[in-house]
């Protein structure tokens, strides 16, 4: 066998694409390559093996269905054509005289069952995410529409590993196009499966975004090499598509100007035209609150966290207080929420005294809830919010009452935990009104922890509003000590004189 010759690397390319793409064509010439011996030879056909495919060319449309040789014996038994596609593929077999061996050059549509391996790439390196698409792709396309499926349970309790990497692999809708040739010997009377066929392009086209993905690309000049039975070839992939006419180009340019006027009137009315701003006297808080992680908890299989924000005097607020995350299942001991929301709170400045002492404070909750619907109360813990603005991580460390040895096996077998009543009371609970809260009497173990990051921005009419009025009240104090202390000098003068 000869030496396969340097080739262009395979490297695919990503085009937009302008026209419709019922215009595409590409060209595919593959030819053998020459024996080191063939300047020996004065006829150039003797420089090749006749044997095998000498040179052959093709041009593609979009989406054309070419049959090859195996393709061309398939489908002629009746018995291998099942769907509509495929028993319209055998009347165009028996109506065309010219495919009883089928074409050298051919290529796989879609609904064809083609699924084209990874031979194609060029380097070694295979990523692990790579492997895991490659084994949720097949079960994604053959996917059943869901009115058809005999299983319509939407929620699965115990999904497997495999279940979830199809539902989390990122798939979007797209028309492919494979363009192969068979490399076979001539003298095969016969081809009885597929295994000499090599994939020379794979074509996919996004409609959405109008996205053309062509794999390996355009190779006008340096040919790719492709490795056959006994032999290697070089081929060539251009670009075949006719240039638009004039008036094409004056419609296509008014339809981006649609386009591109359209897309701006959805901008502006998404944006704000006037900022909205608070009222006089009143302090704006916009709160980013995003739960991370949890760790370091008991029972880890299905985790869910709980908040709520708890507002002092003063305080208040048009929006939901609460909420809730997402079940999560736990891997090597970390679970994953990723969990944001944002709170936007009002503060009355009218009563600046009790900004700093009365500061809203987020009430957490972390409960497991497994698949024999066991819940359990895992932890508590409280976050008073920062009185100035900017970004804080933090790591809350949370706790749960403690309980007996008859709670503990309820709590292990079936579920179910002392909780607190009110889970306020981790905190400073609104009911409080002396000077001393006293928790001694409750019983507490520590639990696991929660990576909370919270974003704080404020907003007012005048920023140094609060400033401004605590530094009058300041002046306002001086000059009254001032003209005491000079109306007492005058009453200690007035003394002396009369005396």
């Known amino acids: 066998m000869l030496e396969p010759a340097k ?46 495919l000498e040179a052959e060319e093709y041009e593609f449309s979009w989406q054309e269905k070419v049959l090859g040789p195996y393709e061309v014996k398939y489908y002629r038994d009746v018995l291998n054509c099942t769907t509509d596609k495929q028993k319209e593929y055998r009347r165009r077999i028996l109506n065309t005289v010219d495919s009883e061996k089928g074409s050298r050059l051919y290529s796989y549509v879609l609904g064809d069952s083609y699924y084209p391996d990874s031979s194609l790439i060029t380097g070694r390196f295979r990523s692990r995410l790579s492997q895991r698409n490659e084994r949720a792709t097949p079960p994604v396309k053959n996917r059943k529409p869901f009115v058809k499926r005999y299983n319509q349970r939407v929620v699965d309790e115990a999904p497997s590993n495999a279940k979830i990497n199809e539902n989390h692999y990122l798939y979007k809708e797209h028309e492919s196009m494979y363009i192969v040739v068979d490399l076979s010997p001539k003298d095969e009377t016969t081809v009885e499966s597929t295994d000499s066929e ?14 053309l993905t062509l ?32 008036r094409e180009m004056l419609r296509h340019l008014e339809n981006v100007k649609k386009e591109v006027q359209r897309m701006r009137a959805l901008k502006g009315a998404q944006l704000f035209h006037e900022l909205e701003v608070p009222g006089p006297r009143v302090l704006r808080l916009f709160v980013n609150l995003d739960i991370g992680l949890a760790r370091d908890f008991e029972h880890d ?24 995350t997402q079940r999560c299942r736990a891997q090597k001991g970390r ?39 066991r819940y359990r109360i895992e932890g508590y813990g409280a976050v008073p919010l920062s009185p100035s603005s900017g970004l804080q991580e933090l790591e809350l460390q949370t706790w749960r009452p403690a309980c007996g040895f008859v709670d503990a096996l309820r709590r292990f077998f079936t579920g179910g935990s002392r909780e607190l009543e009110d889970p306020g009371y981790c905190g400073l609970p609104s009911c409080q009104e002396g000077p001393r809260l006293d928790k001694h009497i409750l019983g507490v173990v520590p639990s696991g922890r929660l990576q909370l990051r919270i974003s704080i921005t404020r907003q007012s009419l005048d920023d140094t509003a609060l400033e ?32």
């Open 301 to 324: 299989d299905a985790l869910f966290v709980s908040y709520r924000v708890e507002l002092p005097r003063h305080w208040r607020s048009c929006g939901h207080l609460a909420g809730r």
């Open 215 to 246: 794999s390996p690309d355009f190779s006008e000049d340096e040919p790719y090499n492709v490795e056959g039975i006994g032999m290697n070839y070089d081929y060539w992939i251009s670009d075949a598509s006719p240039k638009p006419t004039n």
């Open 198 to 211: 090599v994939l020379l392009c794979a074509i996919i086209y996004d409609p959405q975004h109008k996205c």
């Open 468 to 499: 401004v009025r605590n530094v009058d009240l300041l002046e306002g104090v001086d000059e009254v000590l001032t003209r005491f202390k000079e109306a007492r000098e005058r009453m200690i003068q007035a003394r002396a004189m009369c005396i």
């Open 7 to 52: 080739s262009k690397a395979k490297i695919s390319s990503k085009y937009n694409v302008k026209q419709p793409i019922e215009n595409f064509k590409v060209r595919v010439k593959i030819i053998q390559q020459k024996s080191p011996l063939a300047e020996l030879f004065e006829n150039e056909r003797e420089t090749r093996d006749g044997n095998f």
């Open 335 to 373: 679970t994953h929420f990723g969990y944001c929301t944002e709170v936007i709170l009002e503060f009355d400045l009218t009563t600046e005294r009790e900004f700093a002492v009365s500061r809203p404070r987020i009430i957490f909750s972390v409960a497991s809830l497994d698949y024999w619907t």
